[in-house]
């Protein structure tokens, strides 16, 4: 496995691979991997082939991260994921510094106010925009977030060339916004969702569980508790109003003491479009607070 940190060795190793007639499969991730990413990393495999090419990008991007959010905090460890990408046959690991993805100062800080960019400007001034799907839910949350994905998965993806992109269903929304960027941009590549893999609780895999200490951890287990509830009430009554499941998801929250709810949406699940009627096949996301830690999950209904 080779571990490649500059722009120009990813480039020219992908445009190598390219002239060999190497099919190049992608999973970008921040790191701090677990069996979530690494089913990813297999099904990439499974995509490509033996004698395809797998890289996985660790890159805890500045630019996704709202001006009060965990970016320095965000938990890393490169040697415990090289270990884990080197026993699942990955061929390059790519791990990018600040300075070469955002030339000039990025901030590490909190920043003072939203609008105050994580880089800056005098080094790096273009961004990728997507303007519809990445308006609700995690958009509204976080209004600089899907800016900083779309644009640092763009970069990934000139870097990178790759033939297939290996995305995880945990982040749905996500997935459709890149979905619809590499068609709306004509990326020549295909982008695949694979599913989210689970605690045996139910917690849905993620690098920010970390964080949950003591009971935290416990508690965290509402959300998948909501999608339970959410599903039960709809195989039992077929269609129901959403603002009346929405109410009851925020009663099932507020039970736990350290809980808050920040969104409960429900909605179709390629166009996000939101339903006053949940029905099967309704789409369910929804954002926790767990203490300080912030939780999503989402599934089909
Ligand atoms: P992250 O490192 O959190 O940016 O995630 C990198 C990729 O892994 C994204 O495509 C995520 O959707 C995916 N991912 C994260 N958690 C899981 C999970 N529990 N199951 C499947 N994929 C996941």
């Known amino acids: 496995m080779r571990i490649v940190t500059s722009i120009a060795a990813m480039q020219r190793q992908a445009r190598q691979w390219q002239r060999t007639g190497k099919c190049i499969g992608f999973v970008p991730t921040m790191g701090c991997l677990h069996a979530g990413h690494m089913s990813l990393v297999r099904e990439t495999r499974k995509r490509v082939g033996k004698a395809g090419k797998v890289v996985v990008s660790i890159y805890v991007n500045p630019t996704q991260f709202g001006p009060k959010e965990d970016f320095s905090k965000y938990p890393r ?49 273009t961004c990728v925009v997507e303007e519809k799907l990445s308006q609700s839910m995690e958009g509204t949350s976080r209004p600089t977030h899907f800016r900083g994905v779309t644009t640092v998965v763009t970069k990934l993806f000139n870097l990178v060339l790759p033939d297939v992109a290996v995305f995880g269903a945990k982040d749905w929304q996500q997935a459709a916004i890149i979905k619809r960027m590499v068609a709306d941009l ?11 893999l689970r605690e045996r609780d139910g917690l ?9 200490e003591g009971d935290l951890r416990r508690q965290a287990t509402v959300l998948w508790c909501c999608i339970q509830l959410a599903r039960a009430t709809v195989k039992k009554l077929k269609a129901f109003p959403a603002a009346k499941l929405k109410a009851a998801v925020k009663k099932l929250v507020a039970c736990e003491p350290d809980a808050r709810l920040d969104y409960v949406e429900f909605f179709e699940p390629d166009t996000l479009s939101p339903v006053s009627k949940v029905t099967p096949g309704t789409h369910m996301a929804l954002a926790v607070f767990i203490g300080k ?5 989402n599934a089909r209904l």
């Open 204 to 212: 849905a895999m993620s690098s920010r569980n970390k964080y949950l």
């Open 77 to 125: 460890d490169l040697k415990r994921d090289f270990k884990l990408c080197r026993a699942e046959g990955v061929d390059v690991v790519f791990t990018p510094g600040d300075k070469e993805m955002y030339p000039g100062e990025t901030r590490s800080r909190q920043c003072e106010s939203a609008d105050e960019p994580r880089f800056d400007k005098r080094g790096y001034s």
């Open 186 to 196: 004509n990326f020549p590549l295909k982008i695949i969702v694979a599913p989210t």
């Open 293 to 297: 830690t912030r939780l999503i999950d």
